[in-house]
């Protein structure tokens, strides 16, 4: 069980460190250099054990490149833009609670792509879920609505892009693909997409006020993010059951939270502790009929 603790610790400092990293540049060049280092990571990693060379991954590229296309947009380009885009003007908080969204997003989706059997029981916890991101989006007045409300649109937009990432990438890995070549293939085109997406709309005058803290931020959250979560996550799937790790995710706002406050002075306002109250309980009703259903063990 300490390694559950251990595995949502580094999820919530995940949305920590991003915020540091902010402070110091542009969000979405700070994808680019992210992504571009863990891809490389990735790749040369897998090239290394597999004997692989590049002709060989090229030559699988081509072959199926409408699905690598789409994990390159959706997994990585579009849901870690609009998600330091958006954690730029809340707090790592909101952002990790959002994010607790996904089970919800993941089932939608796979019910729309894949015409999973839907009860009346799963649709009422994926209502309740939806209904507690909104008493956190309309606590502010009228008059800054939509100053308040867009960055956590965008990070929604970042969890419904991430989702269907996720549904790519299974894909692919049923195609016999490694999940670390396509993960890599994604980070480092979607790297490449995002630095020229900040050459053309950011400030490059300059693009990072402080090197030394944004690389030591980028180069811990390419080890938190990328290496450790990823992997412990990946070797506690083997140990113990689905359903037990997405209850657990709920620990991550919540680790979240205690960052927040110890590095930022960040607060857990009482919309966000109730919207929190609400969502557990839609997830409690969906993953208890997902039992019944037998889809999670």
């Known amino acids: 069980m300490f390694l559950i603790v251990l595995l949502y610790m580094l999820c919530?400092?995940?949305f920590t460190i991003s915020k540091w990293g902010l402070a110091y540049t542009e969000p979405i060049f700070f994808v680019a250099v992210r992504m571009l280092l863990a891809g490389s990571l990735l790749c040369g990693y897998f090239v290394a054990r597999s004997g692989y060379t590049t002709k060989n991954i090229w030559h699988y590229l081509k072959r199926d490149w409408l699905l690598f296309a789409q994990i390159i947009f959706f997994h990585i380009y579009l849901t870690y833009i609009c998600d330091l885009c958006a954690l730029k003007n809340i707090t790592s908080i909101e952002s990790a609670f959002?994010?607790?969204?996904?089970?919800?997003?993941?089932?939608?989706?796979?019910y729309?792509?894949?015409?999973?059997?839907?009860?009346?029981?799963k649709w009422l916890g994926l209502l309740v879920g939806f209904f507690a991101?909104?008493?956190?989006?309309?606590?502010?007045?009228?008059?800054?609505?939509?100053t308040h409300a867009w960055p956590r649109f965008l990070t929604?937009?970042?969890?419904?892009?991430?989702?269907?990432?996720?549904i790519v990438l299974r894909a692919l890995v049923k195609k016999g693909y490694s999940p670390i070549v396509a993960n890599g293939v994604g980070m480092f085109f979607g790297g490449l997409c995002a630095l020229g997406?900040?050459?053309?709309?950011?400030?490059?005058?300059?693009?990072?006020?402080?090197?030394?803290?944004?690389?030591q931020a980028t180069v811990?959250?390419?080890?938190?993010?990328?290496l450790l979560f990823y992997n412990l996550y990946g070797y506690l799937l083997e140990h113990y059951t689905a359903t037990l790790l997405s209850f657990a995710g709920f620990m991550c706002?919540?680790?979240?939270?205690?960052?927040?406050?110890?590095?930022?002075?960040?607060?857990?306002?009482?919309?966000?502790?109730?919207?929190?109250?609400?969502a557990c309980l839609g997830l409690v009703i969906f993953y208890h009929e997902e039992l019944k259903q037998g889809y999670v063990t």
């Open 133 to 146: 991101f909104l008493p956190p989006l309309f606590q502010a007045d009228s008059g800054s609505f939509f």
């Open 156 to 166: 929604l937009i970042a969890v419904i892009s991430s989702a269907y990432g996720w």
């Open 112 to 121: 729309l792509w894949f015409g999973e059997y839907m009860t009346k029981k």
């Open 253 to 278: 706002p919540l680790f979240a939270a205690l960052l927040g406050y110890l590095f930022f002075g960040e607060t857990f306002s009482p919309s966000l502790f109730f919207s929190f109250i609400v």
């Open 98 to 110: 959002i994010y607790n969204l996904s089970p919800f997003i993941a089932a939608l989706l796979s």
């Open 220 to 226: 811990l959250i390419v080890v938190v993010a990328n």
């Open 12 to 14: 919530a400092g995940t």
């Open 197 to 215: 997406t900040s050459f053309m709309t950011e400030s490059w005058n300059p693009v990072v006020t402080e090197w030394v803290p944004f690389m």
